[in-house]
């Protein structure tokens, strides 16, 4: 029986680099993430009209979904 062995270990690191590219435009466009770039670029006093301050933002984004 022959045996043939073969190195992917180099072949492996561009995959990892496409996937990890893949997964930050899947977060970079995500609608939470466009709402905190937004609310990122409004004043402090369009925050308090809100409800909201700069430190709660992510807080006020996610209320739905986790409990921070």
Not at 1 to 28: C, D, F, K, W, Y
Not at 31 to 38: A, C, D, G, K, V
Not at 44 to 60: K, S
């Given at each position: 029986?022959?045996?043939?062995?073969?190195?992917?270990?180099?072949?492996?690191?561009?995959?990892?680099?496409?996937?990890?590219?893949?997964?930050?435009?899947?977060?970079?466009n995500?609608?939470?993430?466009?709402?905190?770039?937004?609310?990122?670029?409004?004043?402090?006093?369009?925050?308090?009209?809100?409800?909201?301050?700069?430190?709660?933002?992510?807080?006020?984004?996610?209320?739905?979904?986790?409990?921070?």
């Open positions: 029986m022959a045996v043939t062995h073969v190195n992917i270990a180099g072949a492996g690191v561009p995959v990892l680099g496409h996937v990890v590219s893949a997964l930050a435009r899947m977060v970079e995500h609608p939470r993430m466009r709402q905190i770039e937004r609310l990122n670029k409004t004043s402090d006093a369009e925050l308090e009209c809100r409800g909201v301050t700069r430190q709660e933002v992510i807080q006020h984004i996610f209320r739905d979904r986790y409990y921070i």
